[in-house]
């Protein structure tokens, strides 16, 4: 492996990657703090990352013997996949009337959804796990992926009707290819939350997987999949020739998002807060018992669940000791 490759593995503040490389596969996980959401430092972390993968391929890494050949997108925090965007910064710069910082967050956004739906333009397959719940722009972002795989317990959809308001991110673009636009606009304007059969069976969720041993579960779906891996890649090729995502669509739906945030009221804006402390309450400690937070076994720099120092990192550095004061940045924040 060469330095771009080494590249794509820094460590980040707010996502987590590493390689598996039985399965040629990159995972990417969201990690947030304090809430769950799409924080302006995920949003920019994650177009870092994609644009790594892209500049590994210019080197001249492609085809059948590529080391990257899927992109999977999941996250750390247990049972929460992603909950949307960041509510708080909405309401500050909504009450500012600051159109040009919102268009910005929601173009960072659509950037990231594009260039996933795309494949970031790589013969690679981009694929969403999602354990848990996926609300709002965090379900724009895992139906962004060319699949989706989902467990039994998860939990998606699009509560901004609540505040008087629509998923301006990808969701009617990405989701009307699927299910057509009258049950796109049926889920939009509902503000329904689907369970992973559900959507499995509406044929939004491409892979549905029990709640246990997800891991290898997905990693056994990775090894049936590129068996015929060159032509399920054809596929999404013809896929996205005969149904593409097309940025231009998905820019002038944000002028629409922006100017309709710009418009809500006091009222929603009530309801916005009641959501994003919601949010927040999700992955806060427990105050009475003072309880620490659960992680996930996917683990940000090992593979292996047993450390023994010294150990040499990927970028061939002699590690002597855990250097991590506090693993869980939550719990100092």
């Not at 996980?29 to 993968?53: G, W």
């Not at 500050?92 to 333009?121: E, G, P, S």
């Not at 056994?220 to 596929?235: C, D, E, I, V």
């Not at 959501?275 to 400690?285: G, I, T």
Request: charged residues 25%.
């Amino acid at each position: 492996m060469d330095r771009a490759f080494y590249k794509i593995f820094k460590d980040y503040q707010e996502i987590s990657i590493r390689y598996d490389a039985r399965h040629r596969a990159i995972w990417s996980y969201y990690n947030p703090a304090p809430r769950p959401c799409f924080s302006m430092t995920v949003l920019k972390e994650v177009r870092q990352a994609q644009e790594d993968i892209i500049d590994y391929f210019k080197n001249g890494h492609t085809g059948s013997e590529s080391p990257i050949q899927y992109l999977i997108i999941g996250s750390q925090i247990p049972d929460i996949y992603n909950l949307g965007g960041d509510l708080s910064l909405f309401m500050q710069l909504i009450k500012d009337q600051n159109r040009q910082q919102l268009l910005d967050y929601a173009k960072q956004c659509i950037d990231i959804c594009y260039l996933n739906a795309v494949n970031l333009h790589l013969p690679i397959t981009t694929i969403s796990l999602v354990e848990g719940a996926a609300l709002g722009g965090g379900f724009e972002s895992a139906l962004s992926s060319n699949i989706m795989i989902a467990t039994e317990n998860s939990k998606m959809g699009f509560p901004e009707i609540r505040f008087n308001l629509f998923p301006g991110m990808g969701a009617y673009s990405l989701l009307a290819r699927i299910v057509g636009m009258t049950v796109a606009e049926k889920m939009i304007a509902g503000g329904e939350i689907y369970s992973g059969r559900e959507l499995y069976d509406m044929g939004i969720v491409n892979h549905l997987v029990g709640n246990d041993n997800v891991q290898e579960r997905v990693e056994k779906f990775l090894q049936q999949h590129r068996r015929l891996g060159n032509g399920r890649r054809a596929l999404q090729q013809v896929r996205q020739c005969y149904s593409p995502i097309d940025y231009q669509e998905l820019s002038e739906i944000t002028e629409i998002w922006v100017d309709a945030a710009l418009r809500l009221e006091d009222k929603d804006l009530r309801m916005m807060d009641r959501l994003a402390r919601a949010q927040l309450a999700k992955v806060s400690p427990g105050e009475e018992n003072n309880l620490p937070l659960l992680r996930t076994k996917q683990d940000r720099r090992f593979v292996a669940e047993d450390i023994s120092f010294p150990l040499t990192d990927w970028a061939g550095d002699v590690v002597v000791s855990d250097r991590r004061e506090n693993c869980d940045r939550r719990l100092s924040s």
